[in-house]
């Protein structure tokens, strides 16, 4: 059996619970958005502005949100690219989380093709 490498981020309950109806309303698997808004953030850049905004003490009750890799490459590069910027995986991954429940990256690239 191969190992499931994962890159997960904390929300708490409603943050969570607000990008899963989004999701399904938009019809993306919420681990296919993770992976999508992980791989975005590997080419765009753009975790240091999101950083500034959407960076959040872990939440108690939180919820987790995971993308599952079927191998290292993309964790590997991920937390490469979190720890330039000073931050665990984790912590980094819940940021675009975040920042995707307010700009709604997919549902327009969706629209927009």
């Known amino acids: ?4 490498f994962q890159i997960g981020g904390w929300l708490c309950p409603s943050e969570k619970d607000a ?3 989004y999701l399904k309303r938009v019809g993306i698997r919420p681990t296919a958005a993770a992976t999508l808004l ?3 953030e590997l080419r765009r850049k753009r975790l240091p502005e999101l950083k ?3 960076a959040a003490p872990m939440a108690r009750g939180r919820k987790r949100l995971t993308a599952h890799q079927p191998d290292g490459k993309l964790k590997q590069a991920f937390t490469e690219h979190a720890a330039a910027f ?3 995986p984790n912590p980094a991954a819940s940021i675009l ?7 709604r990256w997919l549902e ?3 629209e927009s093709g």
Do not use: H, P, T, W
């Not at 059996?1 to 499931?4: A, C, G, I």
């Not at 989380?97 to 700009?103: I, N, S």
């Open 1 to 4: 059996m191969s190992k499931d």
């Open 19 to 21: 990008l899963d109806q």
């Open 38 to 40: 992980i791989v975005r």
């Open 52 to 54: 500034e905004r959407y």
């Open 86 to 88: 000073g931050l665990d």
């Open 97 to 103: 989380f975040r920042a995707e429940l307010e700009e």
């Open 108 to 110: 327009n690239a969706m």
